[in-house]
């Protein structure tokens, strides 16, 4: 038994300790575990919890300094951690935030401390691997942008509430314009709130740009009007309403906070020749013009990428891209690219990890939007739909994007598309020459029809 023991020890004493002075926490709703290295309290708990009050989060922190820890592992459950995160790095400890995937314990032994202690472990031999979190000031930038998301999202909730009132009383009004929220949609729906029931006078309300005519439309607003119905209906006009004056104030709040940012370009003026602000939700200020200040270059001109869509990126991945040290770091954290499931020297898989990274949406979602522009990335994902199929093209065009967006933070270049004619000619001239590769390893030669023309002339008939 006892030499048993001495064979255990001295396999333990492979792992070189990186980290001394590092600390686990299993964090928790109502209590907080902390795990330190033995012998490190006076009073001999080397686990110890907390509630999660304020109050308590600092006397952790205060515990945590006492026992002479300067490094912290804990586990991103929930939104639990982040405060206790933010006390933490006020304190002055450097905190890894650590994937729950990444740290499994042993199967059947789960519990608070034995999990806090098995953080502890890991880290103090190097074992764990911190989330990526970018500075504060993109952090508060981050969380402006998904609140406005949620209002976003919100806000479609009372527009299919309208479109359902509307339909219980067999008004058309989504059968002849394409956008009920648009100019002509609001103006006759706040019109029926405020009384109007005729067909005629609503259909006059029409913008002149509308599609259908005034005859159309009127036939179309000629409903049975329900007293209940038309309840149901002022109601969610007035919750879309509210949802829009938040996105507003959403939308100051943003700006005010991009004006904090440092000037990265230079005193330069935005480039001519980028897009306009057609997004589908547009903010209430010139997000592009800022978005050049905080950035140094201008992202719109990347195709697929408006003003908003840059700024929710932005939020996401920061400004410093040495945090990701080459753009294959890059592309892996976003889960945009191949996966390398391999065993036995035979590749199993090489579908893209599942990550509900949003900047990785932000780029499908660019991605998809690029199925009938006639630029480069077009050309490629129309190439790659063709191949593979949708999904797979959209994840394949996302990821040259996210590439594009990486080298131009980084170095600061500027982004210009060559356009879908000479991709499509470069694609053309690279399957030319695999196709002379393979012939020549076969001893062919692949001649082009062009030089056979003067030879096929003088043949015979």
Not at 350 to 370: D, E, G, P, Q, V
Request: glycine share 6%.
């Amino acid at each position: 038994m006892s030499k048993r023991k001495k064979s255990r020890k001295s396999k333990n004493q492979i792992f070189e300790q990186i980290h001394s002075n590092a600390a686990g926490i299993d964090i928790g709703a109502d209590t907080h575990f902390v795990a330190v290295p033995p012998g490190r309290d006076p009073e001999g708990k080397d686990v110890r919890s907390f509630p999660t009050f304020t109050a308590d989060l600092y006397a952790l922190a205060n515990w945590l300094k006492g026992c002479g820890i300067d490094k912290v592992a804990m586990e991103s459950t929930g939104v639990y951690w982040i405060p206790l995160f933010e006390v933490l790095e006020s304190q002055g400890f450097e905190v890894l935030l650590v994937n729950p995937k990444h740290f499994k314990n042993v199967p059947g032994r789960k519990t608070d401390v034995l999990d806090c202690q098995w953080l502890q472990q890991l880290h103090t031999f190097g074992l764990l691997q911190g989330s990526f979190r970018p500075d504060a000031q993109i952090c508060e930038l981050r969380a402006y942008l998904r609140q406005r998301a949620t209002l976003i999202s919100d806000a479609a909730r009372y527009i299919q509430h309208m479109q359902k009132a509307m339909e219980q009383m067999n008004i058309k009004l989504t059968r002849v314009i394409s956008d009920i929220t648009g100019d002509t949609g609001m103006r006759i729906i706040r019109a029926i709130v405020d009384g109007e029931r005729n067909p005629q006078k609503l259909a006059n309300l029409r913008d002149p740009r509308c599609k259908n005519d005034v005859n159309v439309i009127a036939k179309a607003l000629n409903g049975n009007w329900k007293k209940e119905h038309l309840f149901s209906l002022q109601q969610a006009l007035e919750l879309f309403d509210f949802h829009q004056k938040q996105i507003s104030e959403c939308d100051l709040q943003i700006q005010k906070h991009l004006k904090n940012f440092d000037d990265r370009s230079n005193g330069g003026s935005l480039p001519s020749g980028g897009k306009k602000n057609n997004a589908s939700h547009p903010m209430n200020f010139d997000s592009r013009s800022f978005l050049f200040k905080v950035t140094g270059v201008d992202l719109t001109r990347v195709n697929g990428i408006d003003a908003p869509t840059a700024i929710g990126i932005i939020s996401e991945i920061g400004l410093d891209m040495t945090r990701f040290p080459t753009v294959k770091n890059f592309a892996s954290w976003l889960g945009l690219c191949p996966g390398s499931k391999i065993t036995g020297g035979k590749l199993i898989s090489s579908k893209t990890k599942s990550s509900a990274n949003r900047a990785a949406y932000y780029f499908r979602m660019a991605a998809y939007s690029l199925q009938r522009s006639k630029s480069a990335f077009s050309a490629f994902f129309r190439r790659k739909k063709a191949q593979a199929g949708a999904p797979k093209a959209i994840t394949a065009t996302a990821h040259k994007i996210a590439r594009t967006i990486y080298f131009m933070l980084k170095y600061g270049t500027e982004y210009k598309d060559v356009g879908q004619d000479y991709y499509e000619q470069r694609y053309r001239q690279r399957v030319i020459n695999n196709l002379k590769r393979r012939a020549k390893q076969f001893g062919l030669t692949l001649v082009n029809n062009a030089a056979l023309e003067p030879l096929m002339a003088d043949l015979p008939n």
